[in-house]
């Protein structure tokens, strides 16, 4: 091989030697990855029953997710919000298991860069975990890091600023750089009825006084009586329907009150359980209570229902 075609060669090398490393710096950026992660969160913060949320300039705003008779509920965190929405319990069993193994590169201790991360008592976003009303974990939550799956941290009761691997901000849908006021709505579940087609056994509308449908299984075959006329329906046609609408959506969760009177109720028989969605009306506005809870619904959604079968 020539001289020259040897310089090409190993210059070529050089070239894409480089182009690696610069490929493994972008994919892991220098820092959080390649610093030795000091562990931050504790196995007890898993088994929190309560936690608040709320931003230091505005203590009286305080988001709150706790567990009661057997479900999660979200209270605020403004006035207009203070009231229960069931919770989306799968996010915050997810949250407390990422805090509980919470680790983070420690950046800087003392209180003289506390104000460099907004990592005060008044610029930071506070994140309390309570046990049985007792308090487990407090941590102030600062800046977003330096890449986007990052954030800047300090335990209350710490002096030192961490930055971790986990964009904390986002989760209660704060954008920005810097800390802002948390929002309930990614925590709130929105279904109001999830239906299994093999469980199923029977489904039943009534409107304004008068039984619209009735949607009943007997042994393998399925019966429709509607305007009191009977007939049977094939298992793909039933399925076909039943997944067209479920699971059933709502716009938002509205406070109790918003439900006025009953216009409709739909009743619901499984092999695990047996509900019963009573339906509301304001002007234009649709409304389905859920046991201690009130949806709002679209118009075309309530008409969808009625003309499901």
Not at 18 to 40: C, D, N, T, W
Not at 89 to 115: C, F, H, N, Q
């Amino acid at each position: 091989m020539s001289p020259r075609n040897l310089v090409f060669l190993a210059g070529l090398l050089v070239i894409l030697f480089l182009m690696y490393f610069v490929v493994q710096r972008a994919e892991r950026p220098e820092g959080i990855k390649e610093a030795l992660l000091v562990r931050i969160g504790e196995e007890t913060w898993r088994k929190a029953d309560e936690l608040r949320v709320w931003l230091g300039t505005h203590p009286e705003k305080v988001l709150t997710l706790k567990f009661s008779q057997g479900r999660w509920e979200i209270w605020g965190p403004s006035k207009k919000e203070d009231f229960p929405r069931p919770a989306k319990e799968a996010m915050i069993r997810r949250l407390l298991s990422d805090l509980a193994s919470l680790s983070g590169e420690e950046r800087a201790r003392g209180k003289t860069y506390w104000e460099t991360f907004y990592l005060t008592d008044k610029k930071a976003l506070h994140l309390v975990g309570l046990r049985k009303g007792k308090e487990i974990f407090h941590i102030l939550i600062g800046k977003r890091g330096p890449y986007w799956e990052s954030c800047f941290v300090r335990p209350q009761s710490s002096e030192a600023v961490y930055l971790v691997p986990d964009n904390l901000l986002a989760r209660f849908e704060i954008w920005s750089e810097s800390p802002g006021e948390p929002s309930a709505e990614p925590w709130v579940d929105k279904t109001i009825l999830t239906l299994a087609y093999p469980d199923l056994k029977s489904l039943a509308l009534f409107w304004q006084g008068k039984r619209l449908y009735l949607l009943r299984k007997e042994k393998e075959a399925w019966l429709l009586t509607k305007k009191e006329h009977k007939r049977k329906m094939d298992p793909e046609e039933v399925k076909k329907r039943l997944r067209s609408f479920f699971p059933f959506f709502a716009e938002k969760v509205v406070p109790p009150e918003e439900f006025k009177k009953e216009i409709g109720r739909l009743e619901v028989k499984t092999k695990i359980f047996e509900r019963k969605l009573l339906f509301g009306r304001s002007g234009e506005k649709f409304y389905v209570k859920s046991g201690p809870y009130v949806y709002e619904v679209k118009a075309e959604t309530v008409k969808k229902l009625r003309e499901l079968f």
